[in-house]
Nanobody
Framework: QVQLVESGGGLVQPGGSLRLSCAHS????????MGWYRQAPGKQRELVAG???????DYADSVKGRFTISRDNAKKMVYLQMNSLKPEDTGVYYC??????????WGQGTQVTVSS
């Protein structure tokens, strides 16, 4: 059974940093796209950052220059480094993985709250 387990969320003051981690159990050769999504209260889930099989990276305009997505295939991990956090970054952050077999998996989510 495929598992995605996120960690690293929490409460942070504006301007602070957090690093989210996602551990997966997939065969790395089956990975096609790995991303981080977030869902703020009352809003739709949105893509924050994603990295393709070939290494191409996408960022939402709202996080460019502040967030960095990375992966470690040997450890089966994907990370999201979040700097200069703002209150509008608050939400539940989800790890998402898509495979070359057109399968899609979601983690359980981790809460990020940016507040003074």
């Amino acid at each position: 059974q495929v598992q995605l387990v996120e960690s690293g969320g929490g409460l942070v003051q504006p301007g602070g940093s957090l690093r989210l981690s996602c551990a997966h159990s997939l065969n790395i050769f089956s990975l096609n796209y790995m991303g981080w999504y977030r869902q703020a209260p009352g809003k739709q889930r949105e893509l924050v950052a994603g990295i393709s099989r070939g290494g191409s990276i996408d960022y939402a305009d709202s996080v460019k220059g502040r967030f960095t997505i990375s992966r470690d295939n040997a450890k089966k991990m994907v990370y999201l480094q979040m700097n200069s956090l703002k209150p509008e970054d608050t939400g539940v952050y989800y790890c998402n993985v898509r495979t070359v077999y057109v399968q899609e998996y979601w983690g359980q989510g981790t809460q990020v709250t940016v507040s003074s």
